[in-house]
T-cell receptor, first 112, second 118 residues
Framework: KQEVTQIPAALSVPEGENLVLNCSFT??????LQWFRQDPGKGLTSLLL?????REQTSGRLNASLDKSSGRSTLYIAASQPGDSATYLC???????????FGAGTRLAVHP | GAVVSQHPSRVICKSGTSVKIECRSL??????MFWYRQFPKQSLMLMAT?????????EQGVEKDKFLINHASLTLSTLTVTSAHPEDSSFYIC??????????????FGSGTRLTVV
């Protein structure tokens, strides 16, 4: 059974810091991995989608890496801003399945 | 980009009544739609998967008679919470994908519905 774990559960940093959010999964047989952002009381916004054959994806200040063999992904946020404050969720699509398995998320607070 | 609209965003209902939540894909045909439930400060729990024109597949432990899902068209799925009780109060989120079997597609989420049963 695929399980997804995110570390840390919560993070509070001053503005301007570079951040690393971690995601690990127990079964390396995945189609892809997706990082989402969720603001309080809102739905999910897709940030980055990494296919199983890819090593990383970049969008603006965000960079996500994938090491499928070790079951790990990292979301790197450069020069954090207060507007980055949200919960970041990692989800994998297991091979052979049409669904996502989510981690519990990392709650990020960036203060001025 | 792909957009999924979910309505209503908030609903308050009396215990014992039924509530319907709609999920629409606005600019793509959603072959598969998903319904999730999220408790405060917890992650998303998949409730069921529905393919257009087919019966929904429910995850273990989800009462199919309480959470009725209809996916009658390629752009609309509905979740009806029947005979709602306070313990059904939660945040419900839908998701949709246009993928039909290939691995190279992602999932788009609605904005969620906050259900409060009083």
């Amino acid at each position: 059974k695929q399980e997804v774990t995110q570390i840390p559960a919560a993070l509070s940093v001053p503005e301007g810091e570079n951040l690393v959010l971690n995601c690990s999964f127990t079964d390396s047989a995945i189609y892809n991995l997706q990082w989402f952002r969720q603001d309080p009381g809102k739905g999910l916004t897709s940030l980055l989608l990494i296919q199983s054959s890819q090593r990383e994806q970049t969008s603006g200040r965000l960079n996500a890496s994938l090491d499928k063999s070790s079951g790990r992904s990292t979301l790197y946020i450069a020069a954090s801003q207060p507007g980055d404050s949200a919960t970041y969720l990692c989800a994998v699509r297991p091979g052979g399945y049409n669904k996502l398995i989510f981690g519990a998320g990392t709650r990020l607070a960036v203060h001025p | 980009g792909a957009v999924v609209s979910q309505h209503p965003s908030r609903v308050i209902c009396k215990s014992g009544t039924s509530v319907k939540i709609e999920c629409r894909s606005l600019d793509f045909q959603a072959t598969t739609m998903f319904w999730y439930r999220q408790f405060p400060k917890q992650s998303l729990m998949l409730m069921a998967t529905s393919n257009e024109g087919s019966k929904a597949t429910y995850e273990q432990g989800v009462e199919k008679d309480k959470f009725l899902i209809n996916h009658a068209s390629l752009t609309l799925s509905t979740l009806t919470v029947t005979s709602a009780h306070p313990e059904d109060s939660s945040f419900y989120i839908c998701s949709a994908t246009s993928g039909t079997g290939g691995a190279n597609y992602g999932y788009t989420f609605g904005s969620g519905t906050r259900l409060t049963v009083v």
